[in-house]
């Protein structure tokens, strides 16, 4: 009897200590958690409620510092369990992305519409209204107006720079449109010459001196824009087409030519003959080389009479002078 209540006592002491054993190994590989629910789905594992809520303050100081303005939220509260998980699972599972993922973001923003278009966005009211303000001085015909939006995402606004150069734009496009001030052509009476030479000169195949005085005022290029050269003499005296050609151009030019002809004379050639005092062709009509085409004058920009003589090839102005030397 004795020996059978010996082994009942070893039995149950030899039972609690094992029991002991299991608990304290259990206490030392599980840790209390709480197990955490969003709209019924799962986020992960938190020591403690309040471990819940530093994570998610970390999530929010993340978003506002992006935009201090963001309305950061969740669409429904936490629900938590109370359970018991192996402690290195605490530190394995990726609690942040989990819980940012459920994290819900409002940001507010500005657009400035123009007619109805959105043509800027800013994150502050005040940029917005600075830009519209500035929009309605500039071109009061525009419909300008702030609109405020609210968004998930914040997308790209607008810089500074770009804000600047937008706005520039718009009002280089809506200025009005200045009609100039054409100056009436000026009616000019035909100069009487009193030239007593040839009216025409023979023609050589090679092309003639322009007109009878020989004296160059201003060559090409010696001044800035200058393109031909200044044959000075008395207003009257005959002036020749340089090679046979059709006039392409013969009246008044406002450029600063005045009275001017252009004679294309085919091969990518044109030359051009301005501040004539009196025009003797018209456009459309064959010269032949050395016909006179027109006086020598002072129209258009010029201090004195003279022949402004140009040759151009493909469009290009090139030194007549080589073109005329020795004729």
């Known amino acids: 009897m004795l020996s059978t209540l010996r082994f009942l006592f070893f039995t149950i ?8 054993a299991v608990v304290i190994t259990i206490l030392n590989t599980y840790k209390p958690a709480v ?15 309040q471990q819940f809520d530093e994570v998610y303050n970390d999530l929010v100081t993340e978003k506002q510092n992006i935009d201090p303005n963001v309305k950061v939220y969740l669409e429904s509260e936490p629900s938590f369990e109370t359970s ?33 278009e959105n043509k ?33 995402e914040l997308g790209e606004t607008t ?18 449109i200045e009609i100039p001030v054409v ?25 003639v001196w322009p007109t009878v005085n020989r004296r160059i005022n201003c060559g090409y290029g010696e001044y800035y824009g200058h393109k031909g050269i200044d044959l000075g003499g008395p207003a ?15 009246g008044w030019d406002a450029t600063g030519y005045g009275n001017c002809i252009k004679i294309n004379h085919g091969d990518g050639m044109i030359t051009l003959y301005a501040h004539c005092s009196a025009l003797y062709v018209t456009a459309g009509q064959v010269v032949s080389e050395g016909e006179t085409i027109a006086a ?3 129209t258009g920009w010029a201090t004195g009479p003279h022949l402004h003589f140009e040759v151009k090839l493909n469009g290009i102005s090139v030194n007549p002078y080589p073109y005329i030397a020795g004729k």
């Open 159 to 176: 810089t500074i720079e770009r804000a600047d150069a937008i706005l520039k734009d718009i009002v280089d496009r809506n200025k009005p």
């Open 296 to 298: 020598v004058g002072e």
């Open 120 to 152: 800027m966005t800013f994150s502050t009211e005040d940029e917005a209204n600075k830009y519209a303000e500035s929009l309605k001085a500039e071109v009061e015909s525009l419909d300008t107006e702030v609109n405020m939006e609210k968004v998930s």
């Open 84 to 116: 018991y998980i192996r402690d290195s699972l605490l530190s394995e599972q990726n609690i942040y992305t989990n819980l940012r993922a459920e994290i819900k973001t409002e940001y507010t923003i500005y657009n400035v519409a123009v007619d109805g």
């Open 13 to 20: 002491v030899t039972l609690a200590l094992i029991f002991c």
């Open 236 to 250: 009257g005296n005959p002036i020749y087409a340089y090679r046979t050609g059709t006039v392409i151009f013969a």
């Open 35 to 49: 197990k955490t629910y969003i709209n019924g789905r799962f986020i992960g594992y938190f020591s403690n409620e």
């Open 183 to 207: 100056e009436e052509t000026p009616a000019y009476t035909p100069v009487t010459t009193t030239y007593s030479g040839d009216i025409n000169v023979i023609a050589t195949g090679d092309g």
